[in-house]
């Protein structure tokens, strides 16, 4: 164990897949988003392509970076074109997602028809439930559920609801706020019945895990026979990857322990008994991915971690960047994020 700058921290040397000594990717570094303490580096191991944060704070420790974290606010902002996108929004779930209950008359249906042509957009809205499908509705889990949106959401769609999340203030906030039935801590450790969940979803968590394969494995025991999961993450192969290095919004150090691209969440998920469907990459935060990294590369931090008032060129470049993007990810790895579907 090693002190770094008052946090406690280990030497992470070795991949968590082959077992073997990583070499250097990136040095140096420190967060740029919430100002935590500790100088940082990032290893790779070339046979696979896993990346992983080095050194790493010890789970005493962990909660160190996160003091000032969004998992636990609530937000009470309409936003704008509310009524316009929960109609673009409903015609598409009802026409291509099974959510047949949200399209009453013909124009809607024919509305979201129409709309599911245009990739961003449909792409946005699957993205939106993490491609469940409707006509599968039945007991959802949500592995890391911050404060509950998500779940609310999705209860909303006739799913039943239930949440995993070790913040102990988005715990409170889920419960109290929302109404929703989530337990406080890891998935290993809560103890949730075997063969319980039509699905499992897992949306920007599995990259802050310490053993992603224990957790994959213990999502495995709680599935039902054919269930499904659904994980999404930052994509280490992604266009803004390349194009920024390592002022990459998407590497969120020292929270983001193990970073991934899609070869080896996949070797990841079948290391736990998995069965994976598919791994593909969508460009749905392109824009705001591109807008963040350029912002940390041009003033060296991002306070906040998210962009707030942008000018009118940066909005244009964030733009032609997610268009440059979308196209190539139906025939590459380039999208910003990963989305892997597994079943049991």
């Not at 929004?89 to 028809?113: F, P």
């Not at 792409?123 to 949106?149: I, P, T």
């Not at 989530?182 to 969940?197: A, T």
């Amino acid at each position: 164990m090693k002190i770094n700058e008052g946090i406690r921290a280990e030497e992470v040397r070795f991949c968590l897949l082959f077992d073997s000594e990583g070499v250097l990717l990136y040095q140096d570094l420190r967060d740029r988003l919430y100002g935590a303490k500790g100088i940082w580096s990032l290893m790779r191991f070339p046979k696979c392509g896993l990346v992983w944060l080095n050194p790493r704070l010890i789970p005493e420790d962990i909660g160190k970076p996160y003091t000032t974290y969004f998992t636990h606010s609530v937000s009470n902002q309409t936003p704008k074109f509310s009524t316009l996108r929960r109609l673009i929004r409903n015609s598409i779930l009802a026409t291509q997602l099974g959510y047949t209950e949200l399209a009453n008359v013909s124009l809607q249906k024919t509305l979201g028809m129409v709309l599911s042509w245009i990739g961003p957009i449909r792409e946005m809205v699957e993205l939106g439930v993490m491609f469940l499908n409707g006509q599968k509705r039945g007991k959802l889990l949500d592995v890391g559920c911050g404060s509950g949106a998500f779940l609310v959401k999705m209860k909303e769609l006739g799913w039943d609801v239930v949440g995993v999340e070790p913040d102990r203030l988005a715990v409170k906030v889920a419960r109290e706020h929302f109404g929703l039935s989530v337990y406080e801590g890891v998935l290993e450790e809560v103890g949730l019945p075997e063969n319980e969940f039509d699905a499992i979803t897992m949306n920007h968590v599995i990259e802050h895990l310490y053993d992603p394969i224990a957790t994959f494995k213990e999502c495995r025991r709680v599935l039902k026979p054919g269930g499904r999961l659904v994980a999404i993450t930052p994509n280490i192969e992604s266009l803004g990857a390349r194009l920024f290095g390592e002022v990459w919004r998407g590497w969120e150090i020292p929270r983001h322990l193990y970073p991934f691209s899609p070869s080896t969440l996949q070797t990841l998920a079948e290391k736990a008994g998995l069965k994976v469907s598919h791994a593909r990459t969508a460009a749905r935060s392109a824009r705001w991915m591109y807008a963040a990294s350029y912002l940390i590369r041009r003033n060296g931090t991002l306070p906040g971690g998210s962009p707030q008032e942008l000018g009118l060129r940066l909005r244009l470049g964030g733009l032609a960047f997610q268009v440059m993007e979308h196209g190539p990810c139906a025939f590459g790895d380039v999208g910003e994020e990963l989305v892997m579907v597994a079943t049991k």
